[in-house]
């Protein structure tokens, strides 16, 4: 175990390493100046390379990206004339749109997407594997069949129409819980339960689906090997048949498609913010784009993708965790 964790964790650094080389080049070659829009309405030549100065955009690629990585390490100072600004490492970059160090701003966002993600994400596991697992075990039934077309509703219907009617009905028309507006769980616990409840089920509702029929398929798959078969032929209740042999092996796809999902929306679920009105990093990122803020735009991006590559070397291990049979290479 030992031996893998370490593998793992240099290839994920290597991996993180190339994806920011990739993520910086892309945004920072791309056609336009920052520097533009930061300097303001009315910026003259002068003060445009004052600016351009700061942010580091007058020097070559290799260079920008050299002073990034140094910064994660060491800081970074921005340096234009008697005005100074100092990043603090990990400096991900400063944002002159904001006038903060990019990793304020998202540290001060991920709350709000690590709420919606842990919340939804218990939701959506529970819902989907359990009707997924039902639906297997009623394979060719009227209980199949019913938990096939809401499975399959459910993957067609958008989060923001979900969102929509969650809030017209539990809002508007019977009054059972606020119009959702994000609070601290340090602040009032209760209360930001409450204000997370209809973006969890609008999350949930739509990625259960996606693993109800996960689950659905590869237990039907699991069901039919060898050494189920042999079980039962031994006369193993079927309880501990199911439990202890063919759900677990049939949660590998199933662990991969959560590490997914989990990784991505804790790089910002945009759509479900927009529709619920939270403030977390999918919106940030939008509007960071939207006003060529490229520090942020790199900064939010990164992040993601560390959460990516961090999800999927969890999962790697908890594949061995679930199923007895998946070693540790």
Known sequence: MLRFLLRRSVSTALVLLVLSAVVFTLFYATPGDPAILAC?????????????????????????????????????????????????????????????????????????????????????????????LLSALRRGGATERLLTGLTLAGMSTPVFLIGLLLMMAFCSWLGWLPFPQYTPIADDPARWAANLVLPWLSLALISAAAYARMTRSSMLETLAEDHIR????????????????????????????????????????????????????????????????????????????????????????????????????
């Open 40 to 132: 303001g309405k009315g910026c003259d030549g002068d003060r445009l390379a004052v600016v351009r100065h700061k942010l580091g955009t007058d020097l070559p690629l290799w260079d920008q990206y050299w002073h990034f990585l140094r910064g994660l390490v060491a800081g970074r100072d921005y340096d234009a004339g008697a005005d100074t600004t100092h990043c603090a490492a990990p400096c991900f970059g400063y944002s002159f749109q904001y006038d903060q160090p990019v990793l304020g701003m998202i540290t001060a966002r991920l709350p709000v997407d690590v709420s919606l993600t842990l919340g939804a994400m218990v939701i959506w596991m529970v819902v989907g594997v359990g009707t997924g």
């Open 230 to 329: 042999t079980g039962r032929a031994y006369g193993l209740p079927e309880r501990r048949i199911v439990a202890g042999h063919a759900l677990r092996g049939a949660l590998t796809p199933v662990i991969t498609l959560l590490a997914i999902d989990v990784g991505g929306m804790l790089g910002g679920a945009t759509l479900t913010e927009t529709v619920f009105g939270f403030d977390g990093l999918g919106r940030l990122l939008v509007n960071a784009v939207n006003h060529i803020d490229l520090p942020v735009v790199v900064g939010v991006t990164l992040f993601a993708a560390f959460f990516i590559v961090i999800a999927n070397a969890v999962a790697d291990v908890l594949y061995a965790v679930a199923d007895p049979r998946v070693a540790l290479a």
